[in-house]
C-alpha cells in the first residue's frame, strides 16, 4: 500500500503498525499473541488489509495523531482511577467518622462535603475544591459504607472468638424510640496477651420479650457465628424475669446448655435495689424535696423567679435538678441541690407554698435533709466507682463489701452519742442488711484460693518459682498478667479466667442504650441500629485497604 509503508527507514523511527497497534487494542492482543515470525511487514500489511480494512487508506499523520490521543487519554484515566481511589478511601473514613459521632447519614452530603469545598477552595485554589465533590457520600453511600465497616469488624471479631478458649457475655434488653425492643449482648474475651471487651450483637426481638424469644435469638447467633456455648463461661444480666426466671428465663435455658456457666446479676442493678427502702420519716423528707422541686421546674416564671432570687441572695446556684427513679444517680444530685439552696428554697417558699417554707426553716427537718444528701452521695460514689469497661468481679466485691463495712462503722458511731438522730441509725442499719441480702454471694475470700489438681498444680508450683514473673505481676494488672500467661501455663490461666472473665455489672449494655438514644431518633425511627452501633461501639479498626480493593471505585455524581 502506497499510504502505509511497514519498512523501517531510519533505526529510530517505528513503523507505523506500532502507532496503529496504540489506537487499536486488538491489535495489541493480535501482536501479543502471534509469534516473532508473523511480524514482518507483509505479514503485518496483510493483518492490517484483512482485519482493519477502514484503516488501510488513512495516512501517517492520521496515525501519530491517534497515538498521542490514545497516550493522553491513558493519562486522564490513570489520573481519574487515582482520585477516585482516594475518593473512596476518604468516603470509608468519613462514614466511619460520622457513625462515630452518631450522626444521620445525610450529614455527608449536606454538610460535611460543601464545608470541605468552602475550605479548600478559599485555602487551596478551586481546582481542589472541585476535587473534594469526587468524594461519594450521599446518604445511600454512607448507609453502605457503615454495612462494610460493620462486617469487617464482626468478621474480624468472630475470627477472634472462634480460636478463643473461654469467653463471657453480658446481655440487656431495652425498647427505642420507635417502641422495638432491642437485645444487645457485648462480649469479653482474651486477645493477644490481654483481656478485651467488644459489642456482640444488637437484634430486635420481634414477639413478646420472653426468655424463649431472648435464648432464641441468642442460640441463633452462636450457631451462625459458628461460636459454641461450652466456651461461654459466664453470663450477666439485670435482675428481669425474663433473665433470671428459674425455669424459662434466658440463664436457666443456657445452663440447660452449659451446665457450668457462671450467672452474675448485675451489681448496679443490686446496689440500686439495696438503696430503694428507706424509713417513713426520711421517705416524707424525700416527697416534701421533689413536690418543692417539681413546684418550681412545673412552670416556666416560677423558674425564672426562682433564678432571680438567687442571684440576689448570691447562690452558687440558681437551677434546681429534677429527680427519675429510673436515674439512680438523680436522688443524691436532687437531694445535694437542695440542701445547699435551702434558704433560697425557704423564701421562695414562703408566699407560695408556707407549710413547705416551714419545712426548710425546720432544724431537724434540715438535719434529715442534710442526711439524706450525704448518705445518697456515697452511694452515688459507690456507683460511679463500679462502672466502667474492664472491671472484674473482684475489684467490684472489694467496695461492695467495703461500703457494706462503712454503713456498720457509720451505725457504731451514731449509737456512740456522735448524733442523736434515731432515724439515722434504724436507716442504716436496715442499709446494711439489706446490702447484705442483694449480695450474699460477694465474698471475695472465697476467690482467694482455688483448688488445682494435676497439670495446673505443677504449673502453679513452676509460676511461684520464677522471678521474672513476679516482677511482671507487680507491673501489670491483674488480667493482663494472667492473659500474658496462656501459651506459657495453659492449664493454669484456664482457671484463673473462670475468675477474671465473667462480668460485674451489665454497664456496657447500659452504656450502649444510650448511644442508640443518640443514633436512632424520632427523625431516624426506621433506622436499622446494628451497623451503626458496632461501628461507633467496637474497639477493633476496620480494614479499610482490604475494603476499598474489594469495591470499584466510582467518582461522585
Not at 341 to 370: G, Q, T, W, Y
Request: proline share 3%.
Amino acid at each position: 500500500n502506497r499510504h502505509v509503508q511497514f519498512t523501517v527507514h531510519h533505526k529510530h523511527e517505528r513503523p507505523l503498525f506500532f502507532y496503529f497497534s496504540q489506537i487499536i487494542p486488538k491489535c495489541v492482543l493480535c501482536l501479543q499473541m502471534l509469534a516473532n515470525e508473523t511480524l514482518k511487514p507483509a505479514k503485518l500489511k496483510r493483518h492490517l488489509q484483512t482485519r482493519h480494512p477502514e484503516y488501510k487508506n488513512k495516512t501517517k499523520d492520521f496515525f501519530l495523531r491517534k497515538s498521542e490521543e490514545y497516550t493522553r487519554q491513558k493519562t486522564t484515566m490513570v489520573n481519574i482511577s487515582t482520585i477516585s481511589n482516594n475518593a473512596q478511601k476518604i468516603s470509608y473514613l468519613l462514614s466511619q467518622q460520622i457513625a462515630k459521632a452518631k450522626k444521620p447519614h445525610t450529614i455527608g452530603e449536606d454538610l460535611i462535603i460543601p464545608s470541605a469545598e468552602i475550605i479548600c477552595e478559599n485555602m487551596f485554589g478551586k481546582e481542589f475544591g472541585n476535587k473534594v465533590k469526587a468524594v461519594p457520600l450521599s446518604n445511600d453511600t454512607v448507609k453502605r459504607r457503615v454495612e462494610d465497616l460493620s462486617d469487617d469488624i464482626q468478621s474480624q471479631l468472630l475470627d477472634r472468638l472462634r480460636p478463643c478458649p473461654q469467653f463471657s457475655i453480658q446481655l440487656d434488653e431495652a425498647t427505642d424510640i420507635a417502641c422495638a425492643a432491642e437485645l444487645i449482648v457485648l462480649v469479653r474475651y482474651p486477645w493477644e496477651r490481654k483481656i478485651l471487651e467488644d459489642f456482640l450483637f444488637c437484634k430486635e426481638v420481634l414477639g413478646r420479650t420472653t426468655g424463649e424469644e431472648i435464648f432464641g435469638i441468642l442460640d441463633a447467633f452462636m450457631t451462625e457465628a459458628g461460636l459454641s456455648w461450652e466456651k461461654c463461661v459466664a453470663v450477666c444480666t439485670d435482675g428481669a424475669a425474663a433473665m433470671t426466671g428459674r425455669n424459662k428465663g434466658v440463664i436457666a435455658r443456657i445452663k440447660a446448655v452449659n451446665p457450668k456457666v457462671i450467672a452474675t446479676h448485675c451489681m448496679l442493678h443490686r446496689q440500686a435495689l439495696a438503696s430503694k427502702d428507706m424509713e417513713p420519716d426520711l421517705h416524707s423528707v424525700l416527697n416534701t424535696v421533689v413536690t418543692a422541686v417539681n413546684f418550681v421546674k412545673s412552670r416556666a416564671l416560677q423558674t425564672r423567679l426562682f433564678a432571680k432570687l438567687c442571684k440576689e441572695m448570691g447562690a452558687d446556684h440558681d437551677t434546681l435538678l429534677f429527680h427519675s427513679e429510673v436515674r439512680w444517680l438523680s436522688r443524691g444530685k436532687v437531694l445535694q441541690r437542695v440542701c445547699e439552696l435551702r434558704n433560697e428554697m425557704s423564701e421562695f417558699m414562703r408566699e407560695h407554698k408556707p407549710d413547705i417554707a416551714e419545712f426548710f426553716s425546720n432544724p431537724e427537718c434540715v438535719a434529715k435533709l442534710a442526711y439524706l444528701a450525704d448518705v445518697f452521695n456515697l452511694l452515688n460514689d459507690l456507683n460511679l466507682s463500679i462502672q466502667g469497661g474492664y472491671a472484674s468481679i473482684l475489684e467490684v466485691s472489694d467496695k461492695i463489701l467495703a461500703f457494706m463495712k462503712k454503713t456498720q462503722l457509720w451505725s457504731r458511731r451514731i449509737q456512740d452519742g456522735i448524733t442523736d438522730i434515731k432515724v439515722v441509725t434504724s436507716h442504716l442499719t436496715a442499709l446494711s442488711e439489706h446490702f447484705s441480702s442483694y449480695f450474699t454471694d460477694v465474698n471475695t475470700a472465697a476467690w482467694d484460693w482455688v483448688d488445682l489438681t494435676g497439670k495446673a498444680e505443677e504449673e502453679l508450683l513452676e509460676l511461684s518459682c520464677d522471678g521474672t514473673l513476679k516482677v511482671r505481676f507487680r507491673q501489670l494488672a491483674h488480667e493482663d498478667f494472667w492473659a500474658s500467661l496462656s501459651h506459657e501455663y495453659p492449664e493454669l490461666t484456664t482457671e484463673a479466667m473462670r475468675i477474671l472473665l465473667p462480668f460485674p455489672t451489665t454497664y456496657l449494655c447500659q452504656s450502649s442504650f444510650s448511644t442508640m438514644t443518640a443514633i436512632k431518633t424520632k427523625y431516624r425511627a426506621r433506622l436499622h441500629v446494628e451497623n451503626d452501633l458496632r461501628v461507633c461501639l467496637s474497639s477493633i479498626s476496620p480494614r479499610l485497604d482490604k475494603l476499598c480493593n474489594e469495591k470499584q471505585a466510582h467518582p461522585s455524581h
